[in-house]
């Protein structure tokens, strides 16, 4: 019910924008986040919009860097000055209220294909 899109090869230092459509979800109304996972590492929450207040979160890697944003349909993350570290298969998740309070994956029931982002150096 997500689809990501908008990955791909980068050099260091570049931008980009990530989205992910839902086709029948709210996304407005449920918790929202963006996880990555490297080769042979856990996956882990990069941004996140809880459900409670609206308030994104974001991995202190990240700060400064990343956005993360929605409409009703479609949650978007905005990835500036891009590192080796950010490489990853970026996915996009979404669940019902009163989850996703805390930005972590055991938390979050609808999951994207993934989406993968390469940063060269």
């Known amino acids: 019910q997500l689809v990501e899109s908008g990955g791909g090869l980068v050099q260091f230092g570049g931008s980009l924008r990530l989205s992910c459509a839902a086709a029948t979800l709210p996304l407005d109304k449920f918790a929202v986040g963006w996880f990555r996972q490297a080769p042979g590492k856990e996956r882990e929450g990069v941004a996140c919009?809880?459900?409670?207040?609206?308030r994104a979160t974001y991995i202190d890697s990240v700060k400064g860097r990343f956005a993360i944003s929605r409409t009703p349909s479609t949650v978007y993350l905005e990835m500036n000055n891009l590192n080796p570290e950010d490489t990853a298969v970026y996915y996009c998740a979404a669940v019902a209220p009163p989850w996703g309070d805390v930005c972590v994956r055991e938390q979050y029931t609808t999951w994207g294909q993934g989406t993968q982002v390469t940063v060269s150096s």
């Open positions: 919009i809880r459900s409670s207040d609206g």
